[in-house]
């Protein structure tokens, strides 16, 4: 499953230390590093944002730590507390915004981009790739609606396509398809994907706003 924090790199403590320490404090600041807890309230810091959105020198961070920053303060701000949250949909957004594999289930520029692609291959699955398949329509829905809703928008006017809140209904109906699979992994994290369909539509004006205000993507 999708996490942001199993991937921060030695270059996201670099970052972070020249933003919140220096000379002999780096030391401690290492201990909190390793402390699941304290990192994240080291990252719930306002100064780490600002960092994040101000510092020439956050271009040596990772896609992982840069998005985990940006979303868990967004989802702050929407009154999502749950920092398991914003680590997976930093983490979703670290794999597909920066893909170039060209998978077709990874890869938003280039990948599925209407409900009935997805609908056409979960119908006829079963078992464990229906769940992995469940997943991937939600994480794919989630970016296309929250960080390019107006490509949505426009494809809509053109072309008469399913509008945008079509989309965030199919991707709230792919997680919970994710959550309540009985085939799922045994170690698959139901409950926040169940709180994920739930809460999707707070988060995606949460994810709307990050695109608009911080993250460029082209047209």
Known sequence: MPSSRDR??????????????????????????????????????????????????VIQVSPAFYFYVL????????GLTDSDLADY??????????SSSGD????????????????????????????????AAGNQF???TGLYPGFLKRRCERTAAPDLAFYESFARQAYRGAADNPQAPGNTPRQLLGTLSEILPTARLSLNRIAEEFIFLGE
């Open 8 to 57: 921060f790199t030695r270059a996201d403590f670099d970052f972070l230390t020249s933003i919140l320490a220096v000379g002999d404090k780096r030391s401690h600041l290492a201990k909190l590093w390793e402390d699941p807890d304290a990192l994240r309230e080291l990252l719930d810091l306002k100064e780490v944002l600002r960092g994040v959105l101000d510092s020439p020198a």
């Open 71 to 78: 979303v868990r303060h967004g989802f702050l701000q929407a």
């Open 89 to 98: 949909v930093a983490g979703v957004m670290a794999r597909r915004v920066a």
């Open 104 to 135: 077709f289930l990874q890869d938003v520029a280039r990948g599925y981009t209407h409900a009935a692609d997805f609908i056409a291959i979960i119908s006829s699955s079963h078992g464990r790739m229906r769940f992995h398949l469940q997943v």
């Open 142 to 144: 989630l970016i296309l």
